[in-house]
């Protein structure tokens, strides 16, 4: 029987392979390239799914980020503050994410490790934390969980169409 610890570690483990599948065997350029002139690239949109994931993780568990404590931050040598997960970003910011696939996929696999880990040791319990009170009703964990999931389904869904269209 599957616990609801074992079914997040899937679905996170799915987005991370779904990163790497996105990312692979595309050039740099590809990774940059914008299918209208303020579109997403692939690389921004897996990049950011990540750091919202890496994030988002690291505050419900009270760790440090991969993308700091790992040294993801400097790898990449974005021009931003250690801080930005790519909310709210605009199209020149968009278009200052260009990356490696390698790198891409490296920093995929760090913040799927760290997440499953931490889903992982979860109890049915743990998932009705409250984890955000600005809201009403206030978040739990399991419903930030889902949001996470969500919202990287839907980056990941759009990287890959782009890809398709290269």
Do not use: C
């Not at 994931?53 to 419900?60: E, G, L, P, S, T």
């Not at 709210?88 to 490696?100: H, I, L, P």
Request: aromatic share 8%.
């Amino acid at each position: 029987m599957s616990t609801a610890a074992d079914i997040l570690a899937d679905a996170f483990g799915r987005i991370g392979e779904g990163a790497e599948i996105a990312v692979d065997g595309l050039s740099p350029e590809d990774l940059a390239h914008r299918i209208a002139p303020d579109a997403n690239t692939i690389g921004w949109l897996v990049w950011h799914l990540l750091r919202v994931q890496d994030a988002q993780i690291a505050d419900v568990a009270g760790t440090d980020e991969v993308w700091t404590s790992a040294g993801w931050q400097q790898r990449f040598g974005l021009p931003f503050d250690a801080a930005e997960t790519g909310y709210g970003q605009s199209s020149d910011e968009v278009g200052a994410v260009t990356t490696t696939s390698e790198l891409l996929v490296g920093y995929a696999r760090a913040v799927t490790q760290v997440t499953q880990e931490y889903v992982n040791a979860l109890s049915n319990d743990d998932l009705d934390r409250i984890v955000d009170e600005s809201w009403d009703p206030p978040v739990t964990l399991a419903v930030r969980l889902v949001s996470i999931l969500d919202d990287d389904l839907k980056h990941l869904g759009q990287a890959e169409y782009v890809k398709g269209l290269l």
